[in-house]
């Protein structure tokens, strides 16, 4: 079975310094590995995603994420933290193997970025 | 905006009542999700329609009932819901459901009572 973890229900950051949220997966093919981002009463924004290729995926907002297959972990991360960066943010996976899986998701990490 | 819009934003309603929520996605898409979001708690899939064929219900009560009347549209009705069902209710959309990723709404806050 397919799951996803978030060790860290929050992480705290002074705004300038680099962040990482952190990811582990398990499946049974390829992953799928997905960030989504939740602001404060709103849905889910999909932040970036690997499917294949480079292990390092750049997204929005000045996001990237790297894979790392021997670790199971897919860590979100940005160089220079801003306040606005504040908010609710999920790893997902689907396992590539099977088209028709799940996407599955973590419980979320709360950041905080502080000025 | 992320092109998939739900209604309404806020719903009260009492444990005997019935009401629906409204998803509708203008992406084109072929997958619509609904998803239950609780306080500290992983985003529970609840059901999956692909080309508006129910391929996925995870063990849902059937105090929720979805309905795909076509691939743009996705309800759930609720009745006789119960307090611990309180949360925020999310629907998505995707084009396929291999390497893509989903469009989510903003959610409808649901709050029994």
């Known amino acids: 079975a397919q799951s996803v973890a978030q060790p860290e229900d929050q992480v705290n950051v002074a705004e300038g310094n680099p962040l990482t949220v952190k990811c582990t997966y398990s499946v049974s093919g390829n992953p799928y590995l997905f960030w989504y981002v939740q602001y404060p009463n709103r849905g889910l924004q999909f932040l970036l995603k690997?499917?294949?290729?480079?292990?390092l995926v750049k997204g929005s907002y000045g996001f990237e994420a790297e894979f790392n297959k021997s670790q199971t972990s897919f860590h979100l991360k940005k160089p220079s933290a801003l306040v606005s960066d504040s908010a609710l943010y999920f790893c997902?996976?689907?396992?590539?193997?099977?088209?028709?899986?799940?996407?599955?998701f973590g419980q979320g990490t709360e950041l905080s970025v502080k000025p | 905006e992320t092109g998939v819009t739900q209604t309404p934003r806020h719903l009260v309603m009492g444990m005997t009542n019935k009401k629906s929520l409204k998803c509708e996605q203008h992406l084109g898409h072929n997958a619509m999700y609904w998803y239950k979001q609780s306080a500290k708690k992983p985003l529970e899939l609840m059901f999956v329609y692909n080309f508006k064929e129910q391929t996925e219900n995870n063990s849902v009560p059937s105090r929720f009932s979805p309905e795909c009347p076509n691939s743009s549209h996705l309800f759930l009705h609720l009745h006789t819901l119960q307090p611990e069902d309180s949360a925020l209710y999310l629907c998505?959309?995707?084009?396929?459901?291999?390497?893509?990723?989903?469009?989510f709404g903003q959610g409808t806050r649901l709050t029994v009572v």
């Open positions: 997902a996976v689907r396992d590539g193997y099977n088209q028709g899986g799940k996407l599955i």
């Open positions: 998505a959309s995707s084009q396929g459901r291999g390497e893509v990723e989903a469009f």
């Open positions: 690997y499917i294949t290729g480079d292990n």
